[in-house]
């Protein structure tokens, strides 16, 4: 069965309600990072990548092509296509949050942990939360 737009946009929903709820844990008391912070930027980028491909699919686009390895997890490229049929939500913040997100979350860095690895970090993700929050409000009428 398709997974519709509707569906992705559960999911989407879903996803950022996580990170909202794990964000508070991303800091030890020392200021230094939790290891929880993996699991708050793996379930961060499939927010993105599933409010995306709610957007791309409200617009048309099949399933069976979101899933092929073009667009998958590749931030960059559901981006491009979404902003070409009109996604125009919080542009400098999703641009900045797509730059910064998608090496990470195309290439599993958030989701396997390696020694000596690096991934990309935000100092603060209240202005990230806040942007996928408006993209939440900009598609609910039409997904909810």
């Known amino acids: 069965m398709p997974t519709t737009a509707k569906d992705f946009f559960k999911a989407a929903d879903g996803h950022r309600r996580a990170v909202e709820l794990l964000q508070p844990h991303e800091f030890r008391p ?13 379930v ?5 990548e599933l409010y995306l491909k ?6 048309g686009m099949p399933d069976s092509e979101l899933w092929k390895k ?12 979404a902003q070409k049929r ?16 998608g090496s990470g979350h195309a290439d599993y860095g958030y989701r396997y942990v390696q020694d000596g690895g690096y991934v990309n ?9 806040r942007a996928l929050q408006q993209v939440h409000v900009s598609m609910q009428d039409e997904l909810a």
């Open 30 to 42: 020392d200021g230094s990072r939790d290891s929880v912070f993996f699991s708050i930027y793996n």
């Open 44 to 48: 961060l980028g499939f927010t993105v």
């Open 54 to 59: 709610a957007f791309l699919a409200k617009d």
């Open 70 to 81: 073009k667009y998958g997890h590749n931030l960059s490229n559901l981006f491009d296509e």
């Open 86 to 101: 009109g996604f125009a939500v919080c542009l400098p913040e999703m641009t900045a949050i797509i730059n910064f997100l």
């Open 121 to 129: 970090q935000f100092n603060d993700l209240t202005l990230v939360i």
